[in-house]
């Protein structure tokens, strides 16, 4: 996996644009790769700053005095014609070098660029069953929250029925007992009439010391009970983050109720048909279609019972990290020193050498093109001497 990837969708995450798919490969990522976290744990804290920060209105004085100013640059007249005849080489220059340029420039960091693989449990499966039955996101508007809680706003296009909603959230914890957080957000769970969804976890190789006790554990709660249980599991560690989304299914579950009354009726309607039919083949080809109403009128029974369970028990997906104390141990800093500063002279050699290589060779595929500015150049400059 791209290292600079998973940086990139860190900064997305902070914005609330990850697909589903995309915080799955993140929080996979962020399992095995320290620096990541690192790097999202002070994200989270700059953001929670800079939402502290007041904004500023420039008062009327400044405004008026910046006005005059402008009105008196506008004013002024300057003679740019001295000017044209270098802006045009100029900017035939950068046409037709920018291309080379951002080839020689991709090529080279290109094989310099070192890739991080890592592999994690995957805790953030979207919303089950029902949802994935031909609901589609764009139904819905809203997004995920870092830094604290953000819900999501339903569409403001499709009917507003309260009791058709489905609630979902997202928590990432850090905690000194990672076996015993995780048991108590279990047992918390069943006590308030839930259950555990999916859960694992790994734990710290301590031969290796290369990976921390970290899991996912996924439950599902009464939805009176959502906000209540999402305020207590972040009592159990040092809180990440944590973000609550809602669905409003109101639109799609009239379509299907209403399809699926209408498919009733069809039903009815082929019942009786079959009754009256006195020949074979009209029976036949009425018991065929009796058998699509049948299927179709199976299909969306299943799709509005899964909808039920989703609107009466909310899903709740926790990530569990145990923050390691600098007091528990010892680490030197100076392992494996010779082994490091032999693979950084080399990989810096190396670069150098790649460097020194392609230059060489964007020199003489830019000799045709310098040849061209030159002609160029020296009939500009002729016709402007005779002028």
Same mark, same amino acid.
């Given at each position: ?20 798919? =995309? ?9 095995? $790769? %320290?620096? $990541? ?16 920060? %007041?904004?500023? =209105? ?41 291309? /080379? ?30 949802? *994935?039955?031909?609901?589609?996101? %764009? ?9 604290? #809680? ?23 914890? @850090? ?20 259950? /555990? ?12 010391? *290369?990976?921390?006790? *970290? ?5 599902? /709660? ?27 299914? &109101?639109?799609?579950? !009239? ?10 009726? !069809? ?13 074979? !083949?009209?029976?036949? &080809? ?26 009466? @028990? ?9 923050? =390691?104390? &600098? ?11 010779? !082994? ?30 310098? /040849? ?9 400059? #002729? ?5």
């Amino acid at each position: 996996m791209d290292h600079e990837k998973y940086q990139e969708l860190l900064s997305r995450d902070m914005d609330n644009d990850l697909t589903e798919e =995309e915080k799955k490969e993140l929080q996979a990522h962020l399992k095995e $790769c %320290e620096n $990541c976290r690192n790097d999202q744990a002070e994200l989270i804290k700059i953001k929670g700053k800079l939402s502290l920060m %007041e904004e500023l =209105e420039p008062g009327s004085e400044w405004k008026s005095r910046t006005a005059k100013e402008i009105r008196k640059e506008k004013i002024k007249k300057m003679s740019f014609r001295k000017f044209i005849p270098y802006a045009a080489g100029l900017l035939i220059l950068i046409l037709i070098a920018m291309p /080379v340029l951002t080839s020689l420039l991709f090529t080279i960091t290109g094989r310099s660029t070192s890739n991080d693989n890592g592999v994690a449990p995957d805790y953030s499966e979207g919303v089950q069953d029902g949802s *994935s039955g031909g609901v589609k996101d %764009e139904d819905t508007g809203g997004g995920t929250g870092t830094d604290g #809680k953000t819900t999501d706003v339903t569409g403001s296009d499709a009917p507003f029925d309260i009791s058709k909603i489905i609630y979902s959230g997202n928590i990432s914890l @850090y905690t000194e007992d990672y076996k015993g957080t995780f048991s108590k957000i279990e047992k918390y769970a069943i006590t308030i009439g839930g259950f /555990v969804q999916a859960a694992s976890s790994s734990y710290i190789d301590k031969v290796e010391n *290369s990976v921390i006790n *970290s899991g996912y554990i996924t439950i599902r /709660v009464p939805a009176a009970k959502f906000n209540e249980a999402m305020k207590e599991i972040e009592k159990y560690g040092e809180a990440i983050s944590s973000s609550t989304n809602s669905t409003n299914i &109101s639109q799609q579950y !009239q379509d299907i109720k209403g399809q699926l009354e209408s498919l009733t009726i !069809q039903e009815e309607r082929l019942l009786e048909y079959l009754t009256k039919a006195d020949k074979i !083949q009209d029976m036949l &080809s009425i018991e065929s279609e009796l058998n699509r109403v049948r299927t179709e009128k199976d299909y969306r029974t299943t799709l509005i019972n899964n909808w039920d369970k989703e609107i009466s @028990y909310s899903t709740i997906y926790v990530a569990v990290y145990e923050k =390691e104390l &600098s007091t528990n141990t010892v680490k030197s800093p100076f392992s494996d020193m010779l !082994q490091k500063i032999k693979e950084g002279f080399i990989g810096s050699i190396n670069f150098l050498l790649n460097v020194i290589a392609e230059l060489i060779v964007w020199i003489f595929k830019l000799l045709p093109f310098a /040849v061209i500015l030159g002609v160029a150049y020296f009939i500009l400059n #002729k016709y402007r001497n005779k002028k």
